[in-house]
């Protein structure tokens, strides 16, 4: 069976993501360090008179794994790769405390 381009779905999910966050008064950029497989969509300027900046999405690809450091959606950037056809324990939910994650349906490390 042919092994699924991860970066690829990463990226896929990221880029919708910002599209769906334009409509916002602050600026949503993507990030892409695809040498390293990290991934990273931002938010960042001014609503009003509060500086805005900060990460909404942080994911890597290590080890032939997908690594989510940082989920800021509703929908779940896990729940969309398993939609894209990502095995479960093949995402791990980083964000989670490691003797945690045994109790989710994803992979521990």
């Not at 008064?25 to 990290?38: G, I, M, P, S």
């Not at 894209?84 to 045994?102: C, E, H, N, S, T």
Request: charged share 30%.
């Amino acid at each position: 069976m042919e092994r699924l381009n991860y970066p690829e779905i990463v990226q896929n999910i990221l880029e919708r993501h910002a599209k769906n966050c334009s409509n916002r008064q602050t600026e949503v950029k993507l990030l892409f360090d695809t040498e390293r497989d990290r991934y990273q969509v931002m938010n960042m300027g001014w609503q009003e008179l509060t500086r805005v900046f900060g990460c909404l999405i942080y994911v890597e690809i290590k080890e032939g794994k997908i690594w989510i450091e940082r989920d800021g959606t509703e929908i779940g950037v896990a729940n969309e790769l398993v939609e894209a056809g990502v095995p479960k324990q093949d995402i791990v939910l980083a964000f989670k405390a490691p003797y945690k994650r045994k109790f989710t349906d994803f992979a521990a490390s």
